[in-house]
Every structure is written in structure tokens, then in C-alpha cells.
């Protein structure tokens, strides 16, 4: 988005969507200031629209911007507006941003006047609320440590729940919210990702009832207009979903919850590739509210900024066994053998592996052809039901060959376990079981997974293996057996944090088991010393990789990683080494490293990267700007490096 200026003879409030003309073209546009008649000719404003960005949403857009290096289109672009019922009316908040050319004097003083008035009536009549409008809702008891753990929250602007699975940190934000609702605020709840919802959504609704409204992109546009008026009517006091959820128009927002606070999920991989949870804690400082993170296995940044709280143990009483098995990623006859007296007792079992399809790669044993996507230098999935060889990053297909396409030989050998490939393996092995699949190829729509869940925890289901689809907070009554395959591949991705995500994976994975009896964790490990040392102490393994990161890596230093994408790989090599020569000119940042990205090539475009990493993030900010080329695509504190 481009700053253009523009005449009306109307006042227009900041904020205002209006519709203007842009070389011939008519298109949305957003009232960022006033300013005075330019010498030039303008064009006039076409329309006025009813709906506005408030003075936060444009604060926050324009720190999206400016942190995430963007365009501040793309950041209005993720918003969704607040809708006035006049053209004039906007809150007042908006009313009184200030303008350029105009001063703050009376405008902030009746701000802080009506501020002030505000919170007097709140704290008047929020215990008559308390007793009247949440009756209901105050059967919810805390533990002593629960009640502990939220005095402290209450302490401290931002702050982390660091309990354990089943800690009860679900009830400790229940009871937050209706402390916020009793002041009349209302709240955000941020879920990693879709697949959390129907059971938070079912706990949230059963407690707060219509006061809770989940939004997110797997409803119907139907289901989204009459959230959206709920919203913006102040008629849902609670708010929950994704990451989208924290740009919808809520007004008087009094605390942010973002559960889960770990997950990979909350980084947005598109421009603006944001990080939810981050701007979750800028929103807390632009609406001076409190902001919660909570996590089982919190993330190292989150741990070292920010006061947190332990709640270990938890509400059941049952005992996990780790049962380590020095194995490559396969179905051995120990993961068999317990699989199948698991199924004898007519109990649970759930099998995790981190790779999707039947098999990750196919290759010929007489040539070593490797079948790579013919538009991404990625290995195909072997997809059998669809008898296809699938690209996981652009989606291209072909069938799969019977012979080999170099050599013609008919020697083509798959690796690499998928889900749907144990999942057929299991169901011959053992016929009466009812094995269902679980993840993305399988679960397309949130009634698809609300109804997988519910045949599971309605024990229809004996196992359900999946990916990491399985790990999220989901609450499995029954299960006794949890196979973990894959581990050794994610410690050994070449990345910084790759022991922090290994080590989290198989905790949040172990903790979905045991829930009502005691419970196997069968983890094919060539590293049981490293897992066994950290698997009932977390902390401990934080306050390690404090150490091992130190003056190299995150927390402690800032990375961002700038791409170069084009059809032409020279074109994209060019400017690669155009912007890394600019960037030489600065002291104060470092380039890591930069060439052709691990993947070369996706959707038939050629990829190069720069690696930047220094103290602050205002230093890498200030060098990419006036550095930065038109091919370059920014990626600030990246979590993927592949």
C-alpha cells in the first residue's frame, strides 16, 4: 500500500475506509492523517464507507510495519474494522486521535476524564455483577494452587502459567475471565491453531454459555457475519481462535490469554510473517491490560523475559512408564506387541509420526533416482489411496511410476514412515481394531475433527495415529499407550532450537496419555540419555539451553532472515548479493551466512536467503531498510530455516 492524498469536502475521521480511484481502478484506502491543501491536484474521495480501523488498530498496524518490515497495507490487510452505524459514529478513541497540525491539550484531558469515570463505574457495579449476571459461572473452585497462581498473574502486565499437562491452567484462565468480565472488559483467548477449538470451545461455552464466540477461517461466511456481529456489538465478552482472532474489533479488551504460547503455529508464514503471541504483548502495552502465556513446555524467550509461575503435578493421579526402543522410525514388533496388548485390555493407544502420506520419499535402488517435485527441490509423498506422488509445499501431483523414469529399472524403494502407510500396516496386522488417521490429509474441516475426536473419546476408536496434529492439547479420556516414532529427525534438524522442539514435542505428546490410568510412552530413540535426563524436569532443560544459546542465539540475540525468490535464479542470486554487499556497510548486525536456501526451489521459483543476526532488533531493522531490494522478502525473528 502506497500513501496517496486526497480531497473531501467532508470530515473524515483517521481510521475511516473510504473508496478511492488509483490509476483508473477503484479500491479501498484507509485515512492514516489530515493535512493541509497540497499545491498539486488531488483527487476526490469517492466513498465514505461505514466501517473504520480504531486509534489502536492503526498504533498496531503501523508497529507491524515498521517491526516486520511491510507495507502498512498488508498490515490493515489482517485486520478486520469496526463498523459504525453512522458514518460519524466512530469511537472515541478515534475521535480524539490527534492530527497532524492539531495539539493533544483539551482532547487527551477529556480522554483521561472520561477514563477516569469509566473505571469508577466498573469497580461500582462489578460486584453487583458478580453476584447477578455470573451466578452461573462462580460454581468454578480453585485449588490453593490455582488460586496462588492467578494472585500472581494479577501482579504483572505480562507473565507466564508454567504448569504442567493437567496442571488445570484452562481453569485458571476461566476464572481470570470472569474477573475481567465482572469489571465489564472482555477478553481474548488465542489457540494455536484450529484444531484446539472444539473442546476449549466446548469448556468455554458449557461455563460462560453465549458470552463465548469462536472465530475462525474453517467457518462458513454465514457463521462469520453472525460472529462478527456479536463481536462488534459487544455482545461476546469472550473471544477465542487462532491467531486472526487478535485483529478482530473488540472493544474494551481487558486480557489477553495466549495458551499454548510455544507453538510454531502463532508465526504467521506469509507476509506479515508476524508472530501472534509477540503482538499479543504489544497489544497488552497499547491497551495497558494484562497479558497471560501458558504453556506446559513454555518457550526459552518466554521463560527468560517474563515473571512466571510453576504449577506442577496435576488433577490425575495416574503414572507414566517411558519405555525407550533404540530404533529407526518403523512399526517393530515392539511398537506391535504393545500396540496389540493394549487392544487385549480394550484400552487406548495413540502413535505419533512426524511425517504425513505413506512415505516421505521414493527412490531407485539400482540409480539412486531420487523423485523430487518438478517445481520444488523437495521429495515427493507417496500418497497410496490416491495412487499419487504428492508435493506437501505447492501441492503439484503426478501418479506414482511402477518403473523407474532414468534407468527403467523396477527397484523403487519408499522411506521414511507415514501416517497413512501405518495406518494401513496396523489395520492388517490387526483387523478387528478400528484405526482411524489424524491429520491434515484426513482432518480437512473443523466437523471432520469434532467428530474424530468424539468417536475417539466415545472410545469407537481403538488407535489414532497422527502428526503433530496429536500434540495439541487435545483431551483424551482413555489413553493408556502413546507411540512416539520420529524423534531422532526432529532432534536433528540444523536448527538452533531443535532440542527445545524435540524435547517439547514428545512431552505434549506424552501428556495427551494417562489421563485416568497409568499409561506407556513407547519412544524410538537412539537419545534416551538426552530425554530421560529433561523428561520430568523441563525447567531444568531451560535453564540449560540458557547457556548453550548466550551471545549467539535467541533470546539473547536478534535473527532475521531475508529471502529472494524468482522464476530466474540468476535474477534471484543478483539481487541476493546486491543486498548482502549493502549490508556489509553495517558494524553493528552480522551475516550469518547467506547462498541458495535449503530448499532451492518451491512452486517453480528459485530461492536464496540471508542469515542477520545482532543485539537489537532496531539495529537489523534500520540496515534492512536501507538495504533492502525489491526481490527481498523479510522475515523477522524466523522460526523456520529450511
Known amino acids: 500500500m502506497y500513501e496517496y492524498t486526497y480531497k473531501s469536502t467532508n470530515t473524515i475521521k483517521s481510521g475511516t475506509i473510504v473508496d478511492i480511484k488509483v490509476k483508473n481502478r477503484e479500491v479501498k484506502g484507509v485515512i492514516i492523517s489530515t493535512c493541509q491543501e497540497p499545491e498539486f491536484d488531488t483527487n476526490e474521495i469517492l466513498n465514505i464507507s461505514g466501517f473504520y480501523f480504531s486509534s489502536k488498530q492503526i498504533k498496531l498496524a503501523k508497529f507491524i510495519s515498521a517491526y516486520y518490515i511491510c507495507s502498512l497495507g498488508d498490515a490493515f490487510g489482517i485486520m478486520t474494522p469496526y463498523e459504525s452505524s453512522s458514518q460519524n459514529e466512530l469511537d472515541s478513541e478515534t475521535r480524539f486521535l490527534v492530527k497532524q497540525g492539531m495539539t493533544e491539550g483539551s482532547h487527551s484531558e477529556q480522554l483521561r476524564h472520561s477514563e477516569q469515570l469509566r473505571h469508577s463505574e466498573q469497580l461500582r457495579h462489578s460486584e453487583q455483577l458478580r453476584h447477578s449476571e455470573l451466578d452461573s459461572e462462580s460454581s468454578l473452585k480453585l485449588s490453593q494452587k490455582q488460586e496462588n497462581a492467578l494472585a500472581f498473574l494479577k501482579q504483572h502486565k505480562v507473565s507466564l502459567l508454567f504448569g504442567d499437562t493437567g496442571s488445570g491452567k484452562t481453569e485458571i484462565y476461566m476464572k481470570y475471565f470472569e474477573d475481567i468480565l465482572a469489571l465489564n472488559k472482555r477478553g481474548i483467548l488465542l489457540m494455536p491453531e484450529i484444531s484446539l477449538t472444539p473442546q476449549m470451545g466446548i469448556r468455554l ?18 457463521q462469520k457475519r453472525e460472529a462478527l456481529v456479536k463481536i462488534r456489538s459487544a455482545e461476546a465478552k469472550i473471544v477465542a481462535g487462532p491467531r486472526s482472532t487478535l485483529f478482530l474489533p473488540i472493544k474494551d479488551l481487558g486480557l489477553i490469554v495466549v495458551d499454548e504460547e510455544h507453538d510454531d503455529s502463532y508465526k504467521s508464514s506469509s507476509r506479515p510473517r508476524y508472530n501472534a503471541r509477540d503482538l499479543a504483548i504489544y497489544m497488552g502495552k497499547i491497551h495497558n491490560i494484562a497479558v497471560v502465556l501458558g504453556s506446559a513446555t513454555p518457550s526459552l524467550g518466554s521463560f527468560v523475559k517474563f515473571p512466571y509461575v510453576r504449577l506442577k503435578g496435576g488433577f490425575f493421579n495416574s503414572h507414566r512408564e517411558f519405555i525407550y ?33 505413506n512415505f516421505k520419499h521414493l527412490i531407485c ?13 523437495i521429495g515427493m509423498s507417496i500418497h497410496n489411496k490416491s495412487n499419487a506422488l504428492k508435493c506437501h509445499y505447492c501441492n503439484y501431483t503426478q501418479a506414482i511410476p511402477q518403473v523407474c523414469l532414468k ?4 527397484s523403487l524403494v519408499s522411506s521414511r514412515l507415514g501416517t497413512a502407510e501405518a495406518v494401513k500396516n496396523i489395520k492388517e496386522e490387526f483387523v478387528d481394531a478400528q484405526v482411524e488417521q489424524f491429520d491434515r490429509d484426513i482432518i480437512t474441516t ?35 499407550l502413546a507411540v512416539v516414532l520420529g524423534m531422532d529427525n526432529m532432534l536433528y534438524m540444523s536448527h538452533y532450537n531443535s532440542r527445545e522442539k524435540a524435547l517439547s514435542s514428545l512431552l505434549q505428546i506424552a501428556g495427551r496419555s494417562g489421563r485416568k490410568k497409568s499409561a506407556k510412552v513407547l519412544v524410538q530413540s537412539f537419545n534416551e540419555d538426552f530425554f530421560n535426563t529433561y523428561i520430568d524436569n523441563y525447567e531444568e532443560f531451560l535453564e540449560e539451553e540458557k547457556e548453550y544459546r548466550k551471545k549467539l542465539y ?10 529472494f525468490s524468482h522464476k530466474n535464479g540468476a535474477k534471484a542470486r543478483e539481487a541476493m548479493e546486491i543486498m548482502q554487499n549493502k549490508l556489509l556497510s553495517f558494524n553493528e548486525i552480522e551475516i550469518v551466512g547467506y547462498g541458495k536456501c535449503a530448499i532451492e526451489r518451491i512452486s517453480n521459483k528459485y530461492r536464496f536467503e540471508i542469515l542477520l543476526r545482532a543485539d537489537k532488533s532496531t539495529e537489523l531493522i534500520k540496515a534492512i531498510k536501507i538495504s533492502k531490494v525489491d526481490l527481498a522478502e523479510v522475515d523477522m525473528d524466523p522460526i523456520e530455516f529450511g
Open 554 to 563: 535467541p533470546p539473547y540475540k536478534k535473527l532475521c532472515r531475508v529471502l
Open 407 to 410: 534407468c527403467a529399472g523396477n
Open 446 to 480: 473443523s466437523t471432520k475433527l469434532k467428530k474424530a475426536l468424539k468417536r475417539f473419546n466415545d472410545k469407537e476408536t481403538d488407535i489414532l495415529i497422527g502428526t503433530q496434529m496429536l500434540s495439541k492439547g487435545h483431551d483424551y479420556h482413555g489413553v493408556t
Open 365 to 377: 535402488q539400482n540409480c539412486g533416482h531420487h523423485y523430487e517435485c518438478v517445481f520444488c527441490s
Open 205 to 222: 461455552q458449557k461455563h460462560f454459555g453465549d458470552k463465548v464466540v469462536m472465530y475462525h477461517s474453517k467457518l462458513t461466511p454465514k
Open 325 to 357: 526402543e533404540k530404533s529407526a522410525e518403523r512399526l517393530s514388533p515392539l511398537v506391535l506387541n504393545s500396540l496389540k496388548t493394549t487392544l487385549d485390555k480394550k484400552e487406548q493407544s495413540i502413535v505419533f509420526i512426524p511425517t504425513r502420506a
